[in-house]
Every structure is written in C-alpha cells, then in structure tokens.
C-alpha cells in the first residue's frame, strides 16, 4: 500500500496522484494509531505504582470509614442529620441506591460498618486483594449514596481511586497475597496488561479532574483578579494555620493564584511529557501538601498526592520501594 | 490491535517481564477499547455539563441531551462531578445557627450556637463534615449557578425545608429539648483593605463579618411555586434568580457593612433584578 500501483507496474516517474496519496497518509495515520493505541492501553506493566496506590488509598478509605463508625449514629442512625427518608428524598432524581436507606437499628450499623472496616483493612494489608478491592469500591459508594450532604472532594478522591484499584492488579506487591505466595515457592508474578489499563484509567481521569477544575476557577473573578489565595487563606472556616501574614505580600498572593489556575488548567498536557512530569508533580505535592497544611483539610491534600502516584513508572516506584527496605532491612539488623 | 504490538515505535515498559506475560487476545483488546471509551466519555461529560451552562438561559442543548443518556452510569458510580474546588470563587463559608427555647412558657433562648466548631469537634474530618452539612444545607436555599426551571426551583426548596427540620430534629434528639430553631449564618472574608486599615481592623473571626440569613423569599419569588397563579409561565422556562448579596471588591475602600442603599449602582440588588416574564417567555 506504501507504493502506489502506477510505480508497481513500472512507471518510474509517475507521481502518485493526491487522492492516493492522502489515502496512503491516511492508512499510515491509522495503522500509527492502531499501534500507538495498543501500546498505550495493552504493554504489559507492572504492579508496583499500583500496589503503593493500594496501600495509601485503603488506608484513606478505613480512616474515613472509621470516622463514620464511630458517629454512626449520627451520621446513619435514626436520629441522624439527615434520616432515612430525607435520604431517600434528596434521592428521587438522580439514579443511586444504597442498603443504608433499608436499616438504621445501631446494632445492624454496627455489623456493616465493622464489615466495611474489615474489607478497607483487608484492601490495604493486600490480603484476597482481588476481591477486596472490589468489595471496597461497592461498599464506599454504599455510604457516598446514603451520606449526601456532608461529602467533599475526599469522597469523591475516595470512590475514583476504589473503583480503578477495584480493576488493577494492586495485590502483586507488598501485600499479604505476595508474601503467601513468597512463602509457598510461587513465582512472583509478571508484568500485567490490565494493570496498565487500570493506570491509564486513573491517570486519564486524574487530567479531566485538574482540567475542568481549572476551567471552573477561569470563571471566577478572584483566580482572575490574583485574589483567590487571600480569599482562601482568610477563611476562618478552613484555615488550619494561620497564613494570613501573606497579605503583606499581594504579588506573592496574585502569583500563588494565577500559578494554580495554570498548572491546573495544562496538566492535563504537561505530565506525559517526561521532561515536564516531574515540575508538575512536584507542584502537585506543593499544592495539595499546602492544602493539607494550610486549608484544614489533611485528608483531601494527602488523597491527591497518592492520586499523582499514577504518574510515577513502577520502576521509579521499585527502586524507592527496595531502597527503603534496605535502610529497614539494616537498621533490623543493627 | 496486538499484532501490530511488536512494531510500535515506543519502546514497550518492563519489557523482560513482557516476553512471559499473559498477552491479551485481539477480541479482548477490542471489548475493553469500546469499554474504555465509553467510560472515558462519561467521565469527560458530566464536568462538561457542568460547564456547559454559561448563563440561566443558557445550556448547550447537545451537551444536556448526552448527559440524559449517561446520566444513570454517572450517578451511580459518582461520577456525576464538575470538579469545582474552590470555583469558580472562594466563597464566603456558611453554618448554622441554632437556638434552644425553655419551652412554651418563655421565649428566652437557653443556648445559642454555631456548627461547626473546632473545638467541639475533633478530629478534622469530623469537623470538616458537619461543615458540609452547613454548606449543602445553604446551597439548597440559594439560587445554583446553573439554569433552573420553575419545578426544579420548587424541588429545591422542598429539600431546603426537609433538611432545616431533620437538622432540627436531630439537635433537639440530641440536646434532649422538644424544639430547636435552625437558621443560616454566612461567614464572608474579610478584603485586604478591611483587614489591614488601621480603622476597619477587621480580623477574620470578627463579629461584623458574620451575617443571619433570611428564609425569606424576594417578593418576585413569593408566587413561584404555585403554578396557577402564574399560568403563562412556561414550564420548562429557565428562572433567573437574583443574587442574595452583592459583590465584594477586592481592595477598594468601602463600606464595612454593605447595605442596599450604600451599593453602588452598578452592583444589582435583588430587587433591581427583573424575573423573565410571561411575555418574554412566549
């Protein structure tokens, strides 16, 4: 296809016309395509970013479900903030269920919110991780549908880490699976198509969240104006440290704005680059660890930073990985 | 797909690991790539919709129509998001209010309080989700930045009402009193002027900064919900809604407490802000 007929039948000097050869470029754009498609999506990969994704975000979801727990009453009992049937109400046009809206006796809490708390458990120890994971996604967006109201960006963090993780091969490394299989002679396993395409989901889904969060703060006056950080700062409501010492610094403020409206906006561009991947994570770590810091919110700022993990190559991961359980392993010996 | 792997011009990761690995058949690479795209979709659609909407008026029909369809997927698995964090401004905070009465027989208030509360509450995730039920709570009273009809504006305040009296319901079960009154508090941050002005001082925690806020409906609202007295009205007519405060510059030297006859002209006051008419409508 590469040669057009007219050179094949010996005509060395005729050209090929340009419906052949936009046909030809057009082929060539596809079988490119086809190939870079299967590549992106289908190269085997292996399961290290994904196993420490594992770890960070089981962790997040037994913290948060622990928190429920021990407020289920509050939260999900009959005297709740919001009952059963205004639940069910606030319900009625959107498409969710959840069995929350079905028991609110404290013992029959109890038993789910123990069970919860044993699958988020068993998700970040890695222990029957293939179907934990699973269990954890369905069981976190369980409480997400009875617990409308008092949700933020955590929740949400929360139920898209579950649901790729729910797919991906985590288990493979630092769990309890791995170290069953260690000890009965198995192989370790290899690297794993699906864990790619569990990567590309989160990273994919991570740049239309920083896209459209960017796009949304373009609409405001204060991202625009450069005032947004002191309107964030000064909000007794969030603030966790005191930062309003800043005021003193208005440009310092205005470029502290316009560089989060930025980086949001184009990381969706700017992190698959290898030259630019790592100024953009590391902006990530600053963002969400100021966040973290700064803005009340640990739990949001930290659940970011593990979804940035995605970006991290598994041998980056390794290397790290195996570096700290030298400096474990000497100290143990020391 | 896959027999073209071997001749892809990037290099292929881990490729020791590749050589052993379970490689997917055609078929499969095929189903999860419709798969993929189509939740790639959802995931891209529904904060476009989000943004989609530009004014009251305003909604791109083709973005709504698409959203319609996907729309059970992205409830369910939450995926229904725009993404918005601290967007498109960061706005002022709200709580709530709360007052207990003795009883019946005198109208002096026994408590008064505020929620949330650092210090009642602890630790922060606690705290950070009675405020959202604070900030939800508020969103359901005022107007969306979205185009809103008049049934899903009646809708809205039917939930505003529900969530106001099982908030009270809930704190009168926990103080062990028979009524509680809930109100909305806004809580605005102070400009950079307000703070720094040697006559203003104006900390964040100060008291002019809070703000009760009214249940009540502008008087062009007050017929709203009852559809017979405003018959002309079409249904599915989106419903402009004026703004409850105005706009706080930046760092120009004003009035430390806005009111509407202190407003500069160019800022709309609910009042100056017309509703769509039946005529405008036709």
Not at chain 2, 235 to 244: C, K
């Amino acid at each position: 296809m590469k040669n057009s007929k007219a050179t094949k039948a010996g005509s060395v000097d005729s050209e090929p016309s340009l419906f052949q050869a936009a046909t030809d470029a057009a082929y060539r754009w596809c079988v490119d395509f086809g190939s870079d498609w299967d590549n992106f999506w289908f190269a085997p990969r292996k399961a290290s970013t994904l196993a420490l994704m594992r770890i960070c975000a089981g962790w997040m979801l037994f913290y948060t479900h622990f928190i429920w727990t021990i407020n289920a009453s509050e939260f999900l009992g009959p005297h709740a903030w919001i009952t059963r049937d205004v639940s069910q109400k606030m319900a009625e046009q959107v498409w969710v269920w959840t069995y929350f809206w079905y028991f609110d006796h404290p013992l029959a809490l109890l038993a789910a919110n123990l069970v919860a708390l044993f699958i988020f458990a068993a998700m970040t120890v890695g222990w029957k991780t293939r179907y934990v994971t699973v269990a954890a996604w369905l069981i976190s967006l369980m409480y997400i549908h009875r617990l409308q109201g008092s949700l933020f960006g955590l929740d949400q963090m929360n139920v898209f880490l579950a649901m790729y993780l729910a797919f991906a091969p985590c288990g493979d490394r630092w769990s309890v699976d791995a170290w069953l299989r260690n000890r009965r002679g198995q192989p370790a396993p290899l690297a794993k198509t699906s864990a790619t395409v569990a990567t590309r989901l989160l990273q994919i889904h991570l740049c239309v969240i920083y896209l459209f969060g960017g796009i949304s703060k373009l609409q405001g006056t204060m991202w625009r104006d450069g005032s947004a950080v002191w309107f964030a700062i000064s909000n007794l409501e969030y603030q966790s440290l005191n930062m309003t010492w800043l005021v003193y610094f208005p440009w310092l403020i205005a470029a502290l704005s316009h560089a989060t409206v930025f980086w949001e906006t184009f990381y969706c561009a700017l992190v698959w680059p290898a030259r630019t991947r790592p100024f953009v994570l590391a902006i990530a770590v600053c963002v969400h660890g100021g966040i973290a810091l700064f803005l009340g919110m640990p739990t949001f700022g930290f659940i970011m930073i593990v979804a940035n993990m995605a970006f991290l190559s598994p041998s980056f991961v390794d290397a790290v990985g195996n570096r700290v359980a030298g400096l474990m392993g000497r100290k143990a010996a020391a | 797909l896959s027999k073209r792997t071997a001749h892809t011009k990037q290099p292929v990761q881990d490729l020791p690991e590749r050589a052993a690995s379970r490689l997917w058949k055609p078929w499969q690479k095929w189903v999860v790539s419709v798969l993929v795209a189509a939740h790639l979709f959802v995931v891209f659609w529904s904060p476009l919709a989000f943004n989609s909407r530009p004014s009251p008026e305003e909604a791109s029909p083709l973005v709504m129509t698409l959203m319609g369809i996907v729309e059970p997927y992205a409830d369910f698995f939450y995926l229904n998001q725009g993404y918005a964090f601290f967007a498109p401004d960061p706005g002022p905070s709200h709580l709530i209010q709360y007052t207990v009465d003795k009883g019946a027989s005198t109208e002096t208030p026994i408590v008064e309080r505020r929620f949330p509360g650092l210090h009642r509450q602890f630790p922060r995730l606690y705290y950070h989700r009675h405020f959202m039920l604070a900030e939800w709570w508020n969103a359901g009273f005022e107007p969306p930045p979205v185009a809103e009809t008049p049934q899903q504006f009646v809708r809205r305040r039917e939930l505003y009402e529900l969530l106001k009296e099982s908030y009270a319901r809930h704190l009168a079960h926990e103080l062990g009193v028979d009524s509680v009154t809930v109100e909305r508090l806004r809580h605005r941050q102070p400009s950079p002027y307000e703070f720094l002005d040697n006559e203003i001082r104006m900390g964040i925690d100060d008291e002019r900064l809070f703000e009760v806020l009214s249940d009540d409906l502008p008087p062009q609202l007050e017929n709203l919900p009852n559809e017979s007295a405003n018959p002309e009205r079409r249904q599915d007519s989106p419903l402009l809604l004026p703004p409850l405060g105005p706009v706080i510059p930046y760092d120009v030297p004003r009035e430390v407490v806005p009111t509407p006859g202190t407003l500069p002209e160019s800022v709309p006051t609910p009042e100056s802000v017309p509703l769509p008419s039946a005529e405008s409508d036709s």
